[in-house]
């Protein structure tokens, strides 16, 4: 157990729709951050936030936006969802404002878009 | 932003020790050498890390040679529980780019 949670953990949607995936850091974590995972893109890091603020983006969609609360939990919202966007998506968390720091990541939300 | 290559799959019996080389031959100065292993539908977890010679820790090793173009992940003897991928990353902890994952090396422990 790393000590990240993410909520909920299976996603059945529908295209067009939008989610929000939820994620809670470990205690004393300032970073977040998001990847996401599909069978042929592997591990892809879509954005960072720290201690509230956004401090790096990856390859984040336009349709994909994520804020960082003042309890640190983060929360990333797809909208317009496409087939293509059913993956994995991983929250991570980590003591510093690096990126490449040890990341603790967290069990993962499946998505899947019928 | 440095690259690494790793093999795509190894196989091992258990109780034996597994040696994952991972090559990335433009390593910059300030980048750091980072393993970590991956479960299928879970989150990657972090291994070891390390900058040069060699890091032991309670699960692992991790030698570097001198030129740092090259690292060995070393698992002693392996369990069918380590089944799993082993991604090599290079990059300066403390920097602004972030963690390439790449495909990684899918380790099989064979009974």
């Known amino acids: 157990d790393s000590g990240v949670t993410q909520t909920p953990k299976h996603l059945i949607t529908a295209t067009g729709q939008r989610v929000t995936l939820r994620c809670s850091p470990r205690?004393?974590?300032?970073?977040v951050y998001w990847y996401q995972q599909s069978l042929d893109q592997g591990l892809q890091f879509l954005i960072q936030?720290?201690?509230?603020?956004?401090?790096a983006k990856g390859n984040i969609l336009e349709r994909f936006s994520a804020q960082q609360f003042p309890d640190l939990h983060s929360e990333l919202n797809l909208s317009s969802l496409e087939l293509g966007d059913s993956a994995l998506y991983f929250c991570?968390?980590?003591?510093?404002?690096?990126?490449?720091?040890?990341?603790?990541f967290g069990p993962g939300t499946r998505l899947t878009v019928l | 932003l440095a690259k690494t290559t790793q093999p795509i799959s190894m196989d091992s019996y258990e109780g034996q020790e597994v040696n994952i080389t991972c090559s990335h031959n433009n390593i910059a100065t300030n980048d750091y050498i980072t393993w970590y292993q991956q479960f299928p539908s879970q989150g990657p977890r972090f291994i070891i890390q390390?900058?040069?010679t060699k890091v032991t820790n309670e699960v692992a090793s991790l030698f570097i040679p001198a030129d740092r173009k090259s690292s060995t992940l070393s698992l002693p003897r392996v369990s069918l529980s380590d089944t799993a991928v082993y991604y090599c990353?290079?990059?300066?902890?403390?920097?602004?780019?972030?963690?390439?994952f790449g495909k990684g090396t899918r380790l099989s422990v064979i009974a």
């Open positions: 390390g900058y040069k």
């Open positions: 936030y720290y201690n509230g603020e956004e401090r």
């Open positions: 205690s004393g974590d300032l970073s």
């Open positions: 990353l290079v990059g300066d902890p403390r920097g602004n780019t972030p963690l390439v």
């Open positions: 991570a968390s980590g003591r510093t404002a690096g990126l490449n720091n040890e990341q603790f």
